[in-house]
């Protein structure tokens, strides 16, 4: 029986997921929920009340971080280096990615400038150590695509689009290699097919119905009005 992925369209974490899945070539079906409205199943079945869960022979696997390592280590491609001292190094880093989405979240409801611009330089400052551990060209380890990668790739990408309403999240004087490896992580086939097409429109009318200070820089004419309570 196939795993089966139940997803939020928005959710950056199940979007890690959905990133090892396709490069892993593991066959598998989505299931899509209202984090709004969730079902009764899924409030049964979800821990934490919250996506990604992989089902799989019966059981319900959380956390994106700890599917990934399950996936990794059933599945044939490993995305993990073989080193051992180098995996140890990237979970460490997939933890700061974390860490460094929480920033994302900050940017999408802090309602003042002030407030958005003291989020902004506190990821800059976790881009710091983050741009001094990559190795590049092309992925973090070099040229070898891994699960840290995975983790990052949906917080880029959607640093990528507020960066299309409001320039300037991607220096590439302090930060040339994170705006390297983002473009290379955006172009890559996998990243582009773990969303819905629709994945930049669906964020960019989230920032509206948030109404924080990135809703500012959105054209009002094309957005629905609402307030969307997602963590995501």
Not at 3 to 13: A, T
Not at 163 to 185: Q, V
Request: charged share 25%; aromatic share 12%.
């Amino acid at each position: 029986m196939q795993p089966k992925l139940i997803s939020y369209k928005l959710c950056p974490y199940v979007q890690r997921v959905a990133i090892a899945l396709k490069l892993k070539a593991v066959a598998h079906t989505i299931d899509y929920i209202d984090l709004a409205g969730p079902p009764d199943w899924f409030v049964k079945l979800s821990p934490l009340a919250r996506v990604p869960l992989l089902l799989v022979e019966g059981h319900v696997l959380f956390e994106s971080a700890v599917i990934n390592e399950y996936l990794d280590e059933t599945y044939p491609n490993k995305l993990h280096p073989s080193d051992l001292i180098l995996r140890a190094k990237n979970r460490a880093w997939i933890e700061h990615g974390n860490s460094c989405m929480a920033n994302l979240f900050q940017l999408s409801v802090k309602d003042s400038e002030q407030d958005f611009n003291a989020a902004r330089d506190d990821l800059f400052a976790k881009f710091d150590p983050l741009e001094h551990a990559l190795v590049g060209p092309g992925y973090f380890n070099g040229a070898s695509f891994s699960l840290v990668d995975a983790s990052y790739a949906p917080l880029l990408q959607r640093l990528e689009y507020i960066d299309e309403i409001k320039p300037g999240f991607f220096d590439s004087t302090r930060h040339p290699k994170i705006c390297a490896w983002k473009n290379c992580l955006l172009e890559l086939e996998a990243v582009r097919e773990s969303c819905l097409p629709e994945i930049r429109t669906l964020y960019l009318e989230l920032l509206w119905k948030r109404r924080g200070y990135l809703s500012r820089f959105l054209d009002k004419t094309k957005y629905r009005d609402g307030i969307e309570q997602s963590i995501y």
